[in-house]
């Protein structure tokens, strides 16, 4: 049985933790384990709270290089009902690139160095916008509103 499919259960019974950190590293296997221990590798996610979802929504195409995004969603466990939203960007060799958290705003695709997500995301007092367009290496991030997202919205 794959482990994702239990991680819910696994979140109720508190063993993902476990899971998470390597203690079962060995049955991690496939594009969905490798995201969780770059997670975890990267420590993104804090000791205070509890991973509810986490997926890889694309990858960037940066200078040649493929650049994963994930979507993370993490409960607060000191606050029921409380959950911290981020998309997270690695480099090539899973470093933690970006980190942005989002209220409402989920990523939705990607497009060679852009990142389109839903709704207007305001990113360090930008003006916002649904189009977020990595420089080289990720480093960079520039944002504008666009009403057609490709593959999405027509």
């Not at 384990?33 to 420590?43: K, P, R």
Request: charged share 20%.
């Amino acid at each position: 049985m794959n482990i994702w499919r239990c991680l819910p259960l696994l979140l109720v019974t508190g063993c993902a933790a476990e899971i998470l950190q390597g203690e079962t590293s060995a049955r991690l296997e496939g594009a969905r384990g490798m995201l969780g221990q770059m997670v975890v590798q990267n420590n993104a996610t804090g000791a205070d709270r509890a991973v509810i979802h986490l997926s890889n929504t694309c990858n960037l195409k940066i200078g040649g290089a493929s650049f994963a995004v994930a979507d993370l969603v993490e409960a607060v466990k000191a606050t029921p009902g409380r959950t911290v939203n981020s998309i997270l960007v690695f480099s090539p060799s899973r470093a933690l690139l970006q980190r942005i958290e989002y209220t409402t705003e989920r990523p939705l695709s990607c497009a060679e160095n852009r990142l389109y997500v839903a709704g207007d995301l305001r990113i360090n007092g930008g003006t916002g916008g649904n189009e977020l367009t990595f420089g080289p290496g990720a480093a960079q991030i520039t944002q504008r509103h666009v009403d057609e997202v490709p593959g999405i919205m027509k």
